[in-house]
């Protein structure tokens, strides 16, 4: 599929930079040029990876809009997509979209640059998404540091150089490993391309194999972010500008568990399988620790980051329960945490906005002044902690449901998550906008004006269409996930599906794959 | 020697001519712009002739020279590299208080002679009269503002130091001399690969030779000079020093060590490793406790020649490419750096503290755009020519199965992207309240920086046509 010319996954990934080459060239003082181009450019953005649906065929196997060409040695410029990536790439033009119109008046010194990094980092974002060789992912990856450590570091809050080089320096060191990997891979199978790499049926030996693997999680794993590598994040989210949390919460984490879906199932099936419990313990004190830490923030933002961490070990849980249902959900949860915790610093970046600060104790009684901005903060408070008829409860449900018969014991801790992820986010709630308004400051709050509220409109209209009418979205991930397990876990395939539970020894831990050679 | 020796001579002989020209010139008629005219002029005839030599390779001219591919590579990247330090220095120059300006380009080109001879050496009295070439015209170069105490002070400790490691280089020539009678490179390896293992005095003159080279390279601990040189000579020399000395000198080590079986050679591998380490890790320290922009970037050297011998030890096939690649980036990345603080020098001094680029995006965005892509490759982000030279070091690594040394260079560049950040930090934080003045950019100089972003972009997006080059000086 080729737009005037241009195969379509170029196009999506480079258009940006169109944008952004456009923005270098106004002249700074023309502040409203600047403005509408980086709206359109990313509102255009968004309309093109809609017509990625357009060609897009919901139950074919293999990856779709393929482009092939030799970039140099044997790597090679290799793009394609399928339903995950998909599914990504919507939520990331979404809310790049969402994050420009945002910064409409948040940002006030330096536009241009603001605007020109931003459209820099949705290449970045893209491209991670729709590469398909190792090399080409790894240099969308990085590329994608700088533009985000300039925006947290220039236009970030008080400690923004700090957060920013914190941010810059995690990341790389991951990234610095997984370039070794890549090099070991490149070493293995003479090209960096993942497909023919996982159809050669040629896998590294045992013990490199699971060297290579924990380095690969630990590249990735520091961008989720799991414990113990999850740091940086209350850091970054802070002091970053509103649009870069948005940013940081709904894509950048993605690409972390995306890796594990993309890279380190289908290249170290053994390994995947070797570790799976180290990374479900991680995933789970992930889950009740980031809750637990959750519930004694006493700023908004640093509640949502920890409740970010807590989440992302949902996703984790779901993608090493080695399930289809369980990683279905975690892929379907990635895309719903994206949603909810963009939506979420939104809201928060509304009053700070307003107020410029952060901190619960600050606020109290705010729907007697803002009655819009409560319910959609209701909305999307009620869609991160998972309730019926929204996005959050089909993710979390699938992904429980799907690691229940792997441990039932894991999905009991797990669920823990769910209790205290709701008492966090009502406590919240309850604190910033009931009670009595009784600081004098929020006197004179002004509601939602009409663009901030389109801002919430498409995250509120997808939240409740997942929660409500899932099937699509789950359609598409049917082949790619099933693929996958059978790399990664062939007997589940094998397993009669009327089995009576209890033939699922559960205490037994990985359950049937445990004898994978 | 007949024609064809000539020929294959054309660009060392081109460099020479060029120095006499130059300095004839400046007797009867001095000129700055007639100076640097007649030296880029002598460059490019150079260049000229190189591509004119090229078809002749492999050719043994006279024993002590041999005009090969990687030789005829690695001039032609220290004439680039002349050339834009040449484009930087006019304008530097113009800006500082130097009363004759003209036999500046006289010691450029005789550097570059230096290098070019140092590059296509195969026999010890053809490294050592390079060496000597090279290190004396620097002694001059780095001193050259005679008023300035700091360039005097670094031109002394330069002097003193390589002198000192001249005298060890020379030691361990004779020791190779009295156990083999030969000062042939090529007979050296014959006879390190017939025997059993090298005797003891074969052992200790390549060490010693080691050392002489080792101190070139400013590898850890032969790194003392370094900072000190770096921030005294002026930044267009700095530059000079950092790219054109070190880079020929790795040539000449890649030649002189890819005789020998290092890989199967225990000690001499031990010892590469032990330097190669050793100054990864301490440059990159020492660099993190660096303020100044200029001593930064000497300490920055210091671990990217550890990261270079990481390619070295990897021998194969992978290592002459890995090493052309790398030095490619690294000369482009280095030049652009020391290039930036050259042409923000106000008169009389350089414009290397840190209050000196502070806030310089807001002041000079261009400028500091440039600053920004050269630490960036630097620190091997990709899209920039440092990271395919990163690849490529770290792929001949992994090739050959180095693992410490792999590991050791992926934390290191961990580590220096800090210190990078930290510069770019700088340069995008708020300015002071009342920002220094600073120089209008020279045109020569804008170009040369315009040229080597565009140098530095190319080849980190497209490096395709610029590694079918590099296939060219790979063993068929």
């Not at chain 2, 590059?119 to 005679?146: C, I, K, N, T």
Request: charged residues 10%; glycine residues 8%; positive net charge.
């Amino acid at each position: 599929m080729t737009i005037l010319g241009v195969p379509i996954l170029s196009l999506i990934t480079f258009f940006p930079l169109l944008g952004m080459l456009l923005i270098l060239c106004l002249p700074a003082a023309r502040i409203g040029a600047i403005k509408w181009t980086a709206n359109i450019v990313t509102a255009i953005e968004f309309l093109l990876t809609l017509a990625l649906l357009g060609g897009f065929q919901a139950t074919a196997s293999g990856m779709q809009f393929m482009e092939q060409r030799n970039w140099f040695l044997n790597i090679q410029y290799l793009m394609g997509i399928d339903g995950i990536s998909l599914l990504l790439i919507l939520l990331t033009s979404l809310l790049t979209f969402i994050a420009t119109l945002s910064s409409w008046s948040a940002i006030k010194d330096r536009l241009k640059e603001y605007y020109a990094f931003l459209l820099l980092l949705e290449v970045g974002m893209v491209g991670v998404f729709v590469s398909l060789d190792l090399v080409l992912f790894y240099v969308f990856w990085e590329v994608m540091l700088v533009p985000m450590y300039f925006l947290i570091g220039i236009w970030g809050g008080e400690r923004k150089l700090y957060a920013a080089i914190k941010f810059f320096l995690y990341t790389l060191f991951g990234s610095v490993l997984m370039l070794v990997d890549i090099l070991v891979l490149y070493h293995h199978y003479g090209h960096t391309n993942l497909l023919t790499m996982i159809s050669s049926g040629s896998r590294l030996a045992g013990t490199v194999q699971l060297w290579v693997f924990a380095a690969f999680f630990v590249g990735f794993a520091i961008k989720v972010p799991m414990f113990p590598f999850h740091t940086w994040l209350p850091d970054a989210h802070v002091e970053a500008p509103t649009a870069g949390s948005v940013l940081l919460a709904g894509v950048l984490l993605k690409m972390g568990t995306y890796g594990f879906v993309r890279f380190s199932l289908p290249l170290f099936p053994e390994a995947s399988y070797a570790f799976m419990p180290v990374i479900m313990v991680l995933a789970l004190i992930a889950i009740v620790y980031g809750a637990l830490v959750s519930l004694m923030q006493k700023d908004m933002k640093k509640l949502i980051a920890y409740s970010s961490v807590s989440h992302m070990g949902f996703v984790v849980l779901g993608i090493f329960a080695m399930t289809p249902l369980a990683l279905k959900g975690a892929i379907l949860q990635m895309v719903n945490h994206g949603i909810s915790t963009g939506a979420l610093f939104l809201i928060v970046g509304i009053v700070y906005e307003r107020r410029h600060t952060r901190l619960i104790a600050e606020y109290g009684g705010l729907s007697a002044r803002m009655p819009v901005y409560a319910a959609v903060f209701l909305i999307m408070t009620l869609s991160s902690i998972g309730l019926p008829g929204l996005n959050g409860f089909i993710g979390e449900f699938m992904i429980l449901m799907g690691t229940f018969p792997v441990s039932w014991l894991w999905t009991a801790i797990a669920s823990t998550g769910i209790i205290l992820g709701a008492a966090y986010m009502l406590w919240l709630y309850q604190r910033v906008m009931f009670g009595k308004l009784d600081n004098p400051a929020n006197q004179s709050l002004a509601d939602l004006n009409l663009r901030e509220l389109c801002t919430f409109l498409p995250l509120i209209v997808m939240a409740v269409w997942i929660g409500l009418y899932p099937k699509p979205f789950l359609t598409i991930l049917d082949k790619p996930v099933e693929n996958i397990v059978r790399l990664v876990h062939p007997e589940y395939y094998n397993i009669p599906l009327q089995k009576p539970p209890t033939a699922v020894a559960p205490s037994h831990g990985a359950a049937a794959g445990h004898e994978v050679k | 020697m007949n024609g064809g020796d000539l020929l294959a001579l054309g660009p060392l002989i081109a460099l020479g001519l060029t120095a006499v020209v130059v300095m004839l010139a400046a007797a009867f008629c001095r000129n700055h712009r007639l100076a640097v005219a007649l030296t880029l002029a002598g460059l490019t005839a150079a260049g000229v002739a190189l591509v004119c030599a090229w078809p002749l390779t492999p050719r043994q001219v006279t024993p002590l020279l041999l005009i090969d591919r990687p030789a005829l590579f690695y001039t032609g990247l220290m004439l680039a590299a002349a050339l834009v330090v040449t484009l930087l220095s006019h304008g530097y120059l113009e800006q500082q208080p130097i009363g004759r300006r003209e036999e500046y380009y006289v010691l450029v080109l005789t550097t570059t002679l230096g290098a070019g001879v140092l590059a296509a050496s195969a026999h010890f009295a053809s490294f050592f009269l390079g060496l000597e070439l090279l290190s004396v015209s620097l002694f001059a170069l780095v001193a050259y503002p005679r008023t300035n105490p700091l360039c005097i002070e670094a031109g002394i400790k330069y002097l003193v130091l390589a002198g000192t490691s001249s005298a060890f280089l020379l030691f361990g020539v004779g020791l190779v001399y009295a156990a083999l009678g030969t000062l042939d490179f090529a007979r050296l390896a014959a006879a390190a690969a017939g025997g059993a293992a090298p005797g003891l005095l074969i052992l200790a003159g390549v060490s010693l030779t080691l050392v002489g080279i080792g101190f070139k390279l400013s590898l850890v601990p032969f790194h003392l000079w370094a900072p000190d040189v770096y921030q005294g000579a002026p930044a267009p020399v700095a530059a000079l020093v950092a790219t054109v000395s070190k880079g020929a000198v790795f040539a000449l080590l890649l030649r002189y060590v890819g005789q020998l079986p290092v890989s199967q050679h225990a000690a001499l591998f031990t010892m590469f490793t032990v330097l190669a380490i050793a100054s990864m890790f301490i440059g990159n320290w020492l660099a993190l406790l660096q303020q100044n922009v200029k001593r930064l970037l000497a300490y920055s050297s210091i671990a990217h020649m550890g990261y270079l011998l990481v390619a070295l030890l990897a021998g194969g096939r992978w290592a002459p490419a890995a090493v052309a690649v790398y030095l490619t980036a690294y000369f482009v990345t280095t030049l652009g750096a020391f290039g930036v603080v050259a042409v923000l020098s106000p008169r009389g001094r350089d414009a290397d503290a840190p209050e000196d680029i502070l806030g310089l995006a807001w002041r000079r965005p261009w400028l500091a755009g440039v600053f920004t892509l050269m630490l960036l490759s630097l620190a091997g982000i990709p899209l920039t020519a440092g990271f395919v030279g990163k690849f490529f070091v770290l792929a001949a690594g992994v090739n050959s199965n180095l693992w410490l040394l792999a590991a050791a260079l992926a934390v290191n560049s961990a580590i220096g992207l800090f210190y990078y950040l930290r510069l770019i930090v700088l340069l995008f934080r708020q300015p002071a309240p009342a920002p220094a003045a600073t120089p209008p950019l020279p045109r020569l100089a804008a170009a040369a920086l315009g040229a080597l972003t565009l140098a530095l972009l190319w080849l980190g997006v497209y490096p395709a046509p610029f590694l079918q080059l590099i296939r060219m000086l790979m063993p068929d």
